[in-house]
């Protein structure tokens, strides 16, 4: 009974029993597969037990300690495992990560940002080499899978049905993920991208406050995390023409508030 196949499938059961009246007994399964999935044989079997729908189901149950457990068990689907990790990204889609980090909820925010940074960190790791999965499949390169995740992240910035948390976790993210982690590295094209496509909506969490009435909802500590951010990006720029092209993006930006949109603008430009 203690063998990882049948008890990953004795935790399914209870959680997809609807009949099961026992909540106190759901949970301690629930937290049974966070365990399980932290070796590599129950994330495997759970992996290929269906699971991911699954945890797609306990996600959707809306009950807080599900929700919880389901993105603590799809940490460890992830780790370190790239095609399992492309696999998962496709049936739960950066859609729906997105929405539940989103949620108002400072731990479930949380928990789902650590999925993400997790996913981030496995399709980064050895981008260059070939990774071979038991099942054969290789993934040579996952970069299409990780702009299209930082364009969701960019995108969550302005949306005022965003948390606060989930705006925080948002820009915390992009702070790990976006800037090269060496100077070595000659690439600095995401850092690029991100300026051109997102340098806006940083700057629009720079003029938002707590204080103001209509802005976007933000922690004591957003601010902060934007200029941060904003420091990154300029840091990983690499010759004056590049710098210009911030700077300008920077400059049209707080010119657009200061002209014709009356006293408001004008403290929005200032704040900004």
Request: a negative charge.
């Amino acid at each position: 009974m203690s063998s990882t196949d049948s008890r990953v499938d004795q935790m399914f059961r209870i959680l997809l029993d609807p009949d099961e009246k026992d909540v106190e007994k759901q949970q301690k399964a629930a937290q049974n597969l966070v365990v399980l999935a932290r070796e590599d044989a129950g994330a495997e079997k759970i992996f290929q037990s269906d699971g991911v729908r699954l945890l797609i189901r306990l996600l959707d149950t809306k009950k807080a300690d599900m929700m919880l457990a389901a993105l603590r068990t799809l940490v460890g689907l992830c780790a370190g495992h790239q095609p399992r990790t492309v696999a998962i990204l496709t049936a739960v889609g950066m859609e729906k990560f997105c929405a539940v980090m989103a949620v108002d909820d400072e731990s479930i925010s949380l928990a789902a940002c650590t999925v993400l940074n997790n996913m981030f960190d496995t399709l980064k790791e050895d981008m260059k080499k070939d990774i071979r999965a038991k099942e054969g499949a290789i993934i040579l390169d996952p970069s299409k899978e990780l702009k299209s995740m930082i364009h969701y992240l960019l995108e969550m910035l302005t949306q005022s049905s965003v948390s606060s948390h989930g705006r925080e976790n948002s820009l915390n993210l992009l702070i790990k993920v976006v800037p090269r982690k060496s100077l070595r590295d000659a690439n600095n094209g995401m850092t690029l991208w991100v300026i051109d496509q997102g340098l806006k909506k940083i700057l629009e969490i720079g003029g938002s406050l707590v204080e103001i009435p209509g802005s976007l909802p933000v922690t004591e500590t957003t601010r902060m995390s934007a200029s941060v951010l904003l420091n990154k990006l300029f840091d990983d720029l690499k010759c004056d023409a590049e710098r210009e092209n911030f700077y300008k993006l920077c400059e049209d930006y707080v010119r657009s508030w200061f002209e014709g949109h009356g006293m408001d603008g004008k403290l929005r430009a200032i704040q900004t």
